[in-house]
């Protein structure tokens, strides 16, 4: 989440905490009129004082957040998973990381192994073990996902779903290229990070289209 090889304990009655990962931060950051310098915390806690249950829908690119509310430690992740969110309930609240070591690490968190979850994930049963770790004591937030957990129970509940977004089928083909390109320009957009910006390139069509995109927005923003 933060940087730093280590999971934190979030508890339950404490307001304000939030520990975050945000692919887009400085887009968000402007919406939100707050500082360009803040932290990926900082940016994630405003958007949740403003929009609470419905910053997911707000957010851009990868992410994953925890977040308490003074009843609640609320964990979720981004629609298709590019940032890992573990977790383990302890007494008085949760132990959240983005790695299992991490949150293992804890003294309260048991290592004891789920065979059970390991055999699914052997047999490549990737839906059916979307929740579960190697571990009895960890589990993961799915892909899409926001988990509210309190000292007494848990809920899931899924906030994106690949169906509920409209098909193209009633675009013509050029309009579909071009909302295409647009969509494009802008996922590579949202991934520019002031100079810390690299490209992989495998020799595909893809990542050379990307870093055409990337080079060109920069050249725009440095005049």
């Known amino acids: 989440m ?7 304990r979030l508890p339950f009655g404490r307001p304000g905490a939030v520990i975050a990962r945000l692919g887009a931060r400085d887009k968000l950051a402007r919406e939100l009129q707050y500082p360009a310098d803040g932290t990926d915390a900082a940016v994630l806690r405003a958007a949740w004082d403003r929009w609470g249950v419905e910053t997911p829908n707000h957010l851009r690119g990868p992410f994953g957040f925890a977040v ?4 609640s430690v609320w964990l979720v992740r981004d629609p298709l998973g590019e940032v890992p969110l573990y977790f383990s309930r302890v007494p008085g609240g949760v132990v959240v990381g983005s790695d299992v070591a991490w949150v293992l690490a804890d003294p309260e968190v048991s290592d004891e192994v789920d065979m059970d979850a390991v055999a699914l994930r052997l047999a490549r049963c990737f839906r059916e ?19 509210r957990i309190e000292a007494d129970g848990m809920r899931e509940f899924r906030y994106w779903r690949p169906e509920t977004i409209g098909t193209a089928s009633r675009l ?9 390109e647009e969509l494009l320009r802008d996922a ?27 080079a060109e927005q920069l050249r725009d923003c440095s005049g």
């Open 2 to 8: 933060q940087p730093g090889r280590v999971a934190e």
């Open 68 to 71: 308490t509310d003074g009843w």
């Open 129 to 147: 073990c979307a929740r579960q770790t190697d571990y009895r004591a960890v589990s993961k937030v799915a892909p899409g996902t926001m988990v």
């Open 172 to 180: 013509r083909f050029e309009d579909a290229v071009d909302r295409g």
């Open 188 to 214: 590579v957009h949202d991934r520019l990070d002031g100079d810390r910006t690299a490209a992989h390139l495998s020799g595909g069509l893809d990542s050379g289209v990307v870093a055409a995109l990337a």
